[in-house]
C-alpha cells in the first residue's frame, strides 16, 4: 500500500483513495465516489435502493462522483447523473483499535437539489477536530422521490430517504476500518438534511443506527417536511408524454422510457397557481407513504410519529439562523408582485390547521399574522422585512420550536440543546451573498455552514478575525457534542444548558459575530402567536 494511496478493505470490497492536506494545514486519507449502493438506473430507477455487487481490484475513490441529476442555480442548467450513491470519508488516522467519533453529513436542498460535493462541503475546517466525517448524495427531486398509490406498482415513495437509510447502514458496517467508532456516530444535516436527519428519528426504520444528532434549520414538523398527495407523479407522468390512459402502471412506464433531463425539466413545472398560494413549495419531497412495507419509512403523520419516536431517547442540538426567510428574497425580486397579492395573510395560515381559506378562523388568523408582522402599514417590495420575517418564523423557525415542544412534552430523560446562530459577514455569509442579495445584511438560510465546511467560495478565513473565531467555535462545539457523549460543553464554552423539563420560554446558545451568549430565545414572542392559531394536539 503507497503512503499516498492508502487502500481500505471494506465489506463490498478494497477502496483506494489519496492522502491530502486541507487549506488548514490538516494531512488527512479521502476517500471519495465510495459506492454504497447499486446505481439505481435501468430497471432499478426509482427503486429503494440495494446493497453494491462486490468487487475484487481496489476501487480508485480518489475523485469525487456526481450528484444526483437536478437543475443548478448556481449553474443554470440540469447536472447530475443517475448513478449518484456514493459517499466520500475523511479521516486523520485509520487505526482500527482506537475509534473516532464519526459526524455523519445529510446535504440539503429541498429534496430536489444539492449534493455532497466538496465545491460545498469540503472537510478542512471539520477535520481539525478528532473525528471522521463521512457525507454521501441520495436522489433528489422525482428520481428519489416518485411515489404511487397502488401496492401493485411498489413505488411508496421516499427512495431518497431510503437512500440516506441505507448509507448509514454502510457506515455502520465499514468504518471502523477507516478509523471511525460505529457505535459513535452523530448524525447532522442543515435544511432538507437537518429534516432529513429528524425523520431518521422518528422513523423506526432507523431506529438505533446512530448515538445522537444535529438538527440544523429544517425538521419533519416545518410546513415543507410532508408534500402533500396530489397526484404529482401522474402528472409528472403526462407532461413527459403520458395520454393518461391504463393508469398508475402506464404512467410509471412513461416515467422510466423518459429521460432524466425531460423529467427533471419537466418536474419543476406541474403545481397549479392555487397550490403555490397556499404554500406547496415543491412538487416531489418526502411523503406519507400509502401503504406499509417492510421498509417504510413515513408511514403515518411525522407529529405522530414525533410522539412516540426512538429518537427521543437522543440528545441532540437543534436550532437555525436569524433571518432565515431571506431565502425567499430572490423569488420576490424576481416577482415583486407577489408582495401586493398578500390579501388578509390568509394563505400563511398552517395547512395542518385544515382551515377553509375562505372562512372566519382562517381569516382571523391571517389578519392577527398581518397585525402582528406589518402593524398598520402596507405590505410592499420596499416594506419587505415584514414578508422576510415572517417567512423565517413559517418556514424554519415554528417547526423547530414545536419539535423542541414535542421533546419536552415525551417526558424522556435526553438532552436538548438549543442554537442560534446570528453572525453576519460582509464576505463569509455565503449563501446570502450569492444566492440572496450581496448588498442586504443579516444571516440568511445556510449561511451557517459557510463556518462548518470550506466552500469554493473563498479561503480560510485570517486567523485574526471574527469569522476565524466563528468556524474554530463551530468545529469545536460539534466535535465537543460528538465526543463527549452528547455534552457540547468543554472546550468551547461551558455556558450552555440543555432545555427544561416544562413546555414554556426557553433559552439559547447565541452566536453572534462578538461571541457566545446564553440568553432567551429571540423569537420567543413570535413563537407565541404562531403557537396561538393551534391547539395544543395540533401542536405537539
Not at 407522468?237 to 427533471?264: C, N
Request: charged share 20%.
Amino acid at each position: 500500500m503507497s503512503a499516498e494511496s492508502p487502500v481500505v478493505p471494506t465489506q463490498y470490497g478494497p477502496i483506494r483513495g489519496v492522502r491530502k492536506t486541507a487549506s488548514t494545514g490538516v494531512e488527512y486519507c479521502s476517500f471519495q465516489r465510495v459506492p454504497y449502493a447499486k446505481p439505481p438506473v435501468g430497471d432499478l430507477r426509482f427503486k429503494d435502493a440495494e446493497p453494491p455487487t462486490p468487487w475484487v481490484e481496489p476501487l480508485d475513490c480518489t475523485v469525487q462522483g456526481p450528484g444526483g441529476y437536478q437543475f443548478s442555480k448556481l449553474q443554470n442548467k440540469i447536472i447530475g447523473s443517475e448513478d449518484c450513491l456514493h459517499m466520500n470519508i475523511f479521516t486523520k488516522n485509520l487505526d482500527k483499535q482506537h475509534g473516532q467519533p464519526v459526524l455523519l453529513y445529510i446535504h440539503g436542498g429541498a429534496f430536489n437539489r444539492g449534493s455532497s460535493g466538496v465545491e460545498m462541503y469540503g472537510p478542512d475546517y471539520l477535520i481539525q477536530a478528532d473525528i471522521v466525517l463521512v457525507t454521501f448524495n441520495y436522489r433528489v427531486g422525482a428520481l428519489g422521490f416518485i411515489s404511487f398509490d397502488s401496492p401493485d406498482i411498489g413505488l411508496p415513495g421516499n427512495a431518497g430517504l431510503k437512500d440516506q437509510n441505507l448509507a448509514i447502514r454502510w457506515v455502520i458496517e465499514n468504518i471502523a476500518n477507516f478509523g471511525g467508532d460505529p457505535k459513535n456516530i452523530t448524525l447532522f444535516g442543515e435544511s432538507a438534511g437537518g429534516c432529513s436527519v429528524h425523520y431518521h428519528m422518528i422513523s423506526d426504520l432507523s431506529k438505533g443506527m446512530f448515538q445522537r444528532a444535529i438538527v440544523m434549520s429544517g425538521c419533519s414538523l416545518n410546513n415543507w417536511s410532508i408534500v402533500p398527495r396530489r397526484q404529482f407523479s401522474e402528472r409528472l407522468a403526462k407532461a413527459v408524454g403520458w395520454d393518461g390512459q391504463g393508469g398508475e402502471k402506464a404512467a410509471l412506464q412513461a416515467l422510466m422510457k423518459a429521460t432524466p433531463e425531460d423529467i427533471v425539466s419537466k418536474q419543476c413545472d406541474i403545481r397549479t397557481a392555487n397550490e403555490k398560494e397556499n404554500g406547496i413549495m415543491f412538487e416531489f419531497g418526502p411523503v406519507i407513504e400509502p401503504y406499509i412495507k417492510s421498509n417504510c419509512i413515513i408511514p403515518k403523520d411525522p407529529l405522530n410519529m414525533c410522539r412516540e419516536a426512538w429518537g427521543n431517547d437522543l440528545d441532540i442540538l437543534i436550532g437555525g439562523n436569524s433571518e432565515e426567510g431571506l431565502f425567499s428574497l430572490s423569488e420576490i425580486k424576481e416577482n415583486p408582485a407577489i408582495m401586493n397579492n398578500l390579501k388578509d395573510f390568509e394563505y400563511f395560515v398552517p395547512l395542518e390547521l385544515d382551515l377553509v381559506r375562505t372562512s372566519a378562523k382562517c381569516k382571523e388568523f391571517g389578519i392577527r399574522l398581518k397585525k402582528h408582522y406589518y402593524g398598520d402599514t402596507a405590505p410592499s417590495f420596499e416594506n419587505r422585512e415584514g414578508y422576510l420575517t415572517l417567512m423565517t418564523d413559517k418556514l424554519f423557525w415554528h417547526g423547530l420550536h414545536r419539535t423542541i415542544y414535542s421533546r419536552i412534552n415525551s417526558k424522556k430523560a435526553s438532552k436538548t440543546y438549543v442554537y442560534h446562530f446570528t453572525v453576519d459577514s460582509a464576505t463569509y455569509n455565503h449563501y446570502r451573498i450569492y444566492f440572496c442579495d450581496k448588498n442586504v445584511r443579516g444571516t440568511a438560510h445556510a449561511d451557517d455552514l459557510s463556518y462548518i465546511f470550506k466552500n469554493l467560495f473563498s479561503k480560510v478565513p485570517p486567523k485574526d478575525t471574527f469569522e476565524y473565531r466563528v468556524m474554530m467555535n463551530m468545529v469545536g462545539l460539534f466535535s465537543q457534542f460528538a465526543s463527549n457523549n452528547g455534552n457540547p460543553n468543554g472546550t468551547v464554552t461551558d455556558i450552555w444548558k440543555p432545555i427544561g423539563e416544562t413546555v414554556g420560554p426557553y433559552k439559547c446558545l447565541n452566536i453572534t459575530n462578538e461571541g457566545l451568549d446564553f440568553i432567551d430565545l429571540p423569537e420567543q414572542k413570535r413563537m407565541e402567536l404562531w403557537d396561538s392559531m393551534y391547539t395544543k394536539e395540533q401542536l405537539y
